[in-house]
């Protein structure tokens, strides 16, 4: 199951991008993201056009894949809730699902208190759409009736893309 | 294990650039950094030590174009060659969707490339995958040092089951971009399979 494709449709996004929203505004957050533990960035809401959000999604799933090794070494299955504290800028770092990775940039108008709180909500909601995700991929693959626009890509596809 | 999101029309691919310490991973991934379009390309990110090894990984996100109306974005990473970072290595592993085992041809290397490439069946296995099974192809690198292997001897050793590979000389940019494609036309292929 944690290892299987992510396929994520619109309905499933909009879901997903209404809580990322509701939480950064219900936060005081600047930015809350969700990354895919392989380094991909999902969704993202707040004030992200300062920020390069394809890297900090890979160096977030980074820091995550070490402290779990780290964990793993202690004996621990993983951390589950990482935070950095930072002159201005604090990451709350929390795993969902087991797979993907939610991510909130708070200054001081917020506080650590008040992103856990609304953290554990959120978590309780996303767990629950990613659950219903991955079941639902599982399913059409195995029913074979998912209709794919992979399954019509050309040799010339490819080669365009090469140019 | 890609990632396809039908909402942004996006599809996301990880390939791993694998070998040993010193093999031209990196500069395989500043070439392409360096001849790809600013539209194209993200940051390259190089977590390294102060002498400029790869202590976590070289990470460079590259959109190449559109198929199917799907946004198509390759992930690439280095991984750190040096022995005592076998624990970094597999957690870049994650999630690969193609593998390029990038081989040092100077003859007195050919025992680390063989390690390397032990090394790397080990760790891929521990994730559950098979080497025989993902996208994967070799470069041979180095091309241009006096002291190389013959490449008969290269692929004899290290391409046992006779997958694609290639002549490169990095630095200098010979055989970067035909190895990006091949291994990138490979993953596309697979996908293509697997839905
Ligand atoms: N002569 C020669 N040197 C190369 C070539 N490719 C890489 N190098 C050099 O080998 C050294 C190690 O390269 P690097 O990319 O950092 O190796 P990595 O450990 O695999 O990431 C650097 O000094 C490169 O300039 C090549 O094709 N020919
Ligand atoms: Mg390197």
Redesign the interface.
Known sequence: MINADLVMYEDEFEKIDGELKKLCQQANAKITFLVDKNGQLIASAGDTHDIDTTALASLTAGNIAATGGIARLLGEKEFSILFHEGEKDNIHISIIAQRVILVIIYDQRSSLGLVRLRVKKTSEILTGIFEDMIRKAEEEKDSGLNESPFAEISDEDIDNLFR | ????????RE??C?IVYYGPGLCGKTTNLQFIFKRTNPNQK??L?S?ATETERTL??D?L?LA???????K?RF?LYTVPGQVFYA??R???L??VDGVVFVSDSQIERMEANIESLEDLKINLAEQ?YDLDRLPFIIQHNKRDLPNVAPISEMNNILNTNGVPWFEAIATQGTGVFETL?NI??QV??E??K??
């Open positions: 294990m890609s990632f396809i999101n039908y909402s942004s599809i996301n990880k993200g940051k990110i977590l976590f990984f990470f996100p190449l174009g559109d198929i199917k109306g799907f198509v992930h624990a970094s597999k957690l870049i994650k999630g559950g494609k990138g036309k596309l292929i996908l293509k697997s839905y």
